[in-house]
């Protein structure tokens, strides 16, 4: 059966004309004072409870602040860090970090902070380190000190909060609370700064179709004003002494609703002062003096207002079930795509645009999972021919190296050892070629590196010195083969050739569990160390021209695991050249396929 179709553009105009026209010549004469005057005389009380509403969510941002700030000052990692001494340098900024980073999770996991800071003579001035840890001289707030020595923590009221890098730094409201020692004394600071956006929030949403002049005031347990809550408002403003006057009245007079007068003007004044050391509210709404003279209409204002009601609900009951049902449908449709769920239904609708809208979003659809399909299928081959490509050229690599070793000690020693390094040999390419395999176990892997090694110290004996501490646990997870080598290769060339001399010349190699998912094998030497013209905190394989080796096993790591995973390389703590391999735990081949595939995707 055929369905006959309406235009959408058509039918909204006429409906929105019929509506509209009506609604509008109510509105010409109805006037706003004669609904400010029904709000105040019938729905006063609701304000009220309003009132207590917003109290009790506001109460809730501070004591999250409040709970938040006694956590930090009470905690023993803050405690100790401020009452140790610190002999070294390194001791010192390894204590700032640590404390950077402490505080930069609680900030992340409690997003009602706009900022935290924790003050105390152990801090020196650095500028640019860290941006939580301040010394003493750096306060902002000294001339209120004098408060914690009645209480142990106290409020600021609104102010710009202290922020170098911003020219126009946002109002935020400032909770301090001391921080004790063991012996009870005072050693530091909390500074919690609560955003005074957050609080406005809190009633901007209830009040954002709301075009009175309307004023919110919060004040604290102690009856001073802390801020004003003005969502959106740009006419009412109120100087000090209007605010001060607010602020007497609110503490005069009992909770309920009350008239007052300010610059001539009548306003509501609706009072809802603090009780249990809770914060209060006050809300002042201004009258209008035209709403006096329309009293008289009222009746009949009334008598239209309710038809016009009555129409616009037939209007809305209307467009909700016949337009707003289509567009859910479509929406639900969407979810299902980002849910990979790609099959719908043709759905035909009596709106024109609306059904060409579902059979356009199933072709959509249709086409769109094609697409994924061969783009995945596509990327895997590619991801597959890198991988090859990348691992066959290794091989090569390290066989001429090998065989140069060879010729070197054939004719430098002659041929009694090359029966010994010939049996390495073929213990490096045994593990190496793996039957065309590309992982191996970690055990197998740290025997090729034994195999190199013992080429090297033959070609060099006594020259330097090889250590392995691996975790036996660790040792039959799979990992990609000869990832190893190419760093030891690294190591004797770029490390130990020229300065032989030294007697504590050597090269280890251990573990490091991250999580039950991923641990670290570290390949630290004590030659040389990277050059001094690049930053040695921790760079990336490609950022050193140290042969292809070591870049080849990074871009092998990432394209096998992902991003997350690889090798970083950098200065040792005392000398030499530390390099980082970030493996995941592999059981099997399986659980290998696994996160492969995860990685491509």
Known sequence: MKIRQIRLKPLLFLLLILTCSFFLLSVSILNYQIVAKIITREIGGAKLELLYNYQSRIMSLIENIESTALNVSSHDRLREALENDYSSTYQYFTMRNNLEDWLNGIMFSNSKISSIYIYSDKFKPRPQVGKHLKPLDSIQWKDQMHRLDSVNAFWIQSHPEDSASSQNPKQVLTYITQIYGLKGETIGYVEVNLDADLLTTVIASDTKQNRTNQAFFLLDSEGRLMTDLNPGQTEYRMNNEKQDYIVHLSQQLEQGIYHLTLDGKLSLFINYPNKYSNWGLVEIIPFDSMFQTLFEFRHHVILIGISGLAIIFLAATFLSGRLISPVRKILAGFKSIEAGIYAAKPEKHIVFEFNQLHVGFNKMAERLQAHIQNLHKQHALIREAELRALQNQINPHFLYNTLDIINCMAAEKGITEISLVANRLANLFRIGLNKGHSFVTLKEELEH??????????????????????????????????????????????????????????????????????????????????????????????????????????????????????IKMRNGPVRGTQVILTLPIIHNETERSLIYESAIS
């Not at 090694?453 to 997870?477: A, C, G, N, T, W």
């Not at 504590?504 to 991923?518: G, M, Q, T, V």
């Open 449 to 566: 590196s034994l195999a190199y090694m013992d080429i090297q110290q033959i070609r060099f004996p006594d020259q330097f010195s090889y250590e392995e501490s691996v975790d036996d646990d660790l040792k039959q997870h799979l990992v990609p083969k000869v990832i190893l080598q190419p760093f030891i290769e690294n190591a004797i060339k770029h490390g130990f050739i020229g300065s032989f001399s030294r007697k504590d010349a050597a090269i280890r190699i251990y573990s490091k569990r991250l999580n039950p998912s991923a641990y670290q094998i570290i390949v630290e030497d004590t030659g040389k160390g990277l050059p001094e013209t690049l930053p040695t905190d921790s760079l990336q394989p490609n950022a050193l021209s140290s042969g292809y080796g070591v870049a080849n096993v990074d871009e092998r790591i990432r394209l096998y695991f992902g991003s997350g995973y690889g």
